[in-house]
């Protein structure tokens, strides 16, 4: 990981009750419940789940994942991500995202690396674009958002493209 950069993943912990807290519409109890799960799911090897820290000010600015996780011949998880709103436009997502990739073809022991994004959600997009994801296609009606089966834009990474010297 860059010292430099403007942003650092973290593993939660129940002692980050309070800002994640402090960062959403859930009870302190529903927060703590949502930290011990993703302890859980971590020690199961079914979720990787990270606080995105500011490093300038500490503060908790969002919340990046990879779920989904399936070993045996396909080394493959899914890739959720937030930044609040009035921290966005900064890189922090991006850099987020480059920092899970680290992760996930490293002490994750992954292979490839999937996200699904609605066309009109373009930041996402260009989020995944300056990672190198690769866009393999349209996946219509693919997860149901406030009631609707939103098609879906599938992009994926695998640990090769990741590699120095690979495109
Ligand atoms: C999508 C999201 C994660 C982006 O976070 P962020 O920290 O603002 O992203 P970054 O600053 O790293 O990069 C955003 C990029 O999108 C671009 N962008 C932003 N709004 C855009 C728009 N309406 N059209 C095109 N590009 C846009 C920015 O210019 C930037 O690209 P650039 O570096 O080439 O200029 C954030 O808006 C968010 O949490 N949204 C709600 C949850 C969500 O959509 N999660 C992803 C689900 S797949």
């Given at each position: 990981?860059?010292?430099?950069?403007?942003?650092?993943?973290?593993?939660?912990?129940?002692?980050?009750a309070?800002?994640?807290?402090?960062a959403s519409?859930?009870t302190?109890?529903?927060?703590?419940?949502?930290?011990?799960?993703?302890?859980?799911?971590?020690?199961?090897?079914?979720?990787?789940?990270?606080?995105?820290?500011?490093?300038?000010?500490?503060?908790?600015?969002?919340?990046?994942?990879?779920?989904?996780?399936?070993?045996?011949?396909?080394?493959?998880?899914?890739?959720?991500?937030?930044?609040?709103?009035?921290?966005?436009?900064?890189?922090?997502?991006?850099?987020?995202?480059?920092q899970?990739?680290?992760?996930?073809?490293?002490?994750?022991?992954?292979?490839?690396?999937?996200?699904a994004?609605?066309?009109?959600?373009?930041?996402?997009?260009?989020?995944?674009?300056?990672?190198?994801?690769?866009f393999?296609?349209?996946a219509e009606?693919?997860?149901?958002?406030?009631?609707?089966?939103?098609?879906?834009r599938?992009?994926?990474?695998?640990?090769?493209?990741?590699?120095?010297?690979?495109?």
């Open positions: 990981m860059s010292s430099t950069a403007s942003v650092q993943i973290r593993e939660s912990t129940p002692a980050d309070e800002p994640f807290h402090a519409y859930f302190p109890a529903g927060v703590r419940s949502e930290l011990q799960r993703a302890i859980a799911d971590r020690a199961a090897d079914a979720l990787y789940a990270f606080g995105v820290w500011e490093r300038a000010t500490g503060h908790l600015v969002g919340r990046i994942a990879l779920a989904n996780v399936v070993r045996g011949a396909w080394q493959n998880a899914t890739l959720g991500y937030f930044i609040g709103q009035r921290w966005g436009g900064r890189g922090y997502a991006t850099e987020a995202v480059r899970i990739l680290d992760f996930a073809f490293g002490e994750g022991n992954l292979h490839r690396i999937q996200a994004v609605m066309p009109r959600n373009a930041a996402s997009v260009r989020v995944l674009e300056k990672n190198r994801f690769r393999e296609g349209l009606r693919y997860l149901q958002i406030d009631g609707v089966w939103e098609d879906h599938v992009y994926s990474i695998t640990a090769e493209e990741r590699l120095p010297g690979s495109k």
